[in-house]
C-alpha cells in the first residue's frame, strides 16, 4: 500500500518506520523543516514509568486549583483560551472523576509499558546510543504526597511493576546529589524506570524509515485530508496527494483537519515549558529522572545535559515565557540538586511547545471511521513514552493482524 503520513514528530517518525518497514511505500508530509520540531522537540525525556508522569491522565496529581487565570492555577488559562479552553479544562476535571478512570488508566499503564519494551528492542536492534538513564525516583516531600499518586501506583503495582517504598536516607543513596536542606519524607523508586533524548530518537526513526524507502516532504503545510479517495491537498500544490490510506499523526493540528469530515477530536495544545542546562558537576547531578509530583515537574538527566519540565497552559499566551513558571523550574532545578547544573551557561535552552492531549488523557489511536483514514495522535505528555508502541499497534492493525495490546481504550469513536 501507499501510506501518507501527516506529521513527522516522535509518533508521526515511529509509524513511518513501523510501516515502512512492513514493506509499505511510506511518504510523510510535515509542514516544519525537520523532524521532532514542535511537541517532541522539547520533550521532558521520561520514558517509564509513563503513567507517573505530570499530566499523564486526568485525576492523578490533585486538584487543578480553583482560579485557571491566576498564575498559581496548576492548569492555566492563558489569552488564546477562550470558551473552548474553558470547556476543554473542565471536561479534563470531570474525567479523572469517572468511573471507568481505572480502567483507562489501566489501559495506559499497558501501552506505555508495552511502547517501552518496543523502544528498547528497536534501540538493540540499532545498537544507537539515546543518552539514556535508568532509574525513577518520585519525591515525597510529605508523607500525605503519595495520596495524589495512589491509583497510579495501584495501576503500576497490579501490572507487576517493581516499585519501592524508601525512606529519605535510602533516596539520597540512589540519587547522591540530592541537597539535604530541602525536607523529604520518602520516595517511590522505580528501577526500571528510563530517560532518554527524544527528538535524537525521532532522528533515527526517520533516517532508518528512510532506508527502508519512506520519502519524507518538509515544508509541506496540509490545508485538508480527501476521502475518496485518501488523499491530503497541501498548501501550494494544484493537485491533491492521492494515497491507497492516511495516517493523521498532526498533533492538535489533527482536529481542524478532521472537522470538515465530520470526525471531532476534543484535542488542546497544553503548553509546557522545559530548561535544559549542560551538567555542572556529575556527583551533585541526577543519575536518573526524578519526578517532584507536588510542584508537577520532572528532572531527568540526558547525557552530559540535564532537562527539568514543568507548567501546563491553556492558550497561545502573548508571546513571551511565563516568568513564575520558569522560576519555579529553575528553584527545583538548584533546589533538589544543587550544584549539578550550569544554569548560567549561555548553552541553557529555554523551551515552550504545545502538547496535544485529549480531555480523557489517553491517544487516539485506530480507524477514524472515514475509509482510508487512520489516526494515531493526542499522546499528550507521554508521546515519546507511547510512541513506539502506538505505532506498532497502529501497523498491525492496517495490515489486519491483531495488536499485541488492546487498543479499544483508544478508539477514535469514544468521543
Known sequence: MHIIIVGAGIVGAATAYELAADGHQVTVVEQRGAAAEEASFGSSGLLAPSLLMPWAAPGLGGPLGRWPWSRDATLR???????????????????GRRPETAARLAGLEGLGRYSLARTRELIHQWDVGLETSRGTLVLLRRPEDVERLQPALKVLRDAGVGLR???????????PGLSTDVPLAGAVHVPDGESGNCRLFAQILRHTAQERGAQFVFGAHVRALSASPPGVHVVGEAAPRQADAVVLCAGVASAALLRPLGRHLPLEAVHGYTVSAPVREDSHAPQGSVIDPLHRITITRQGQRVRVSG????????????????????????GWFPGGALTSSPQVQVWRGARPTLTDGAPAIGASGVSGLWINTGHGACGWAQACGSARALADLIARRSPAIDLQPFAPQRF
Open 77 to 95: 488559562l492563558v489569552r488564546g483560551a477562550g470558551m473552548a479552553g474553558r470547556r476543554w479544562r473542565w471536561r479534563w476535571s470531570q474525567a
Open 165 to 175: 517504598d524508601v525512606d529519605a536516607d535510602t533516596a539520597r543513596l540512589i540519587e
Open 311 to 334: 507548567g501546563a497552559e491553556i492558550g497561545h499566551g502573548n508571546g513571551s515565557h511565563h516568568a513564575p513558571t520558569l522560576q519555579t523550574l529553575y528553584l527545583a532545578l538548584s
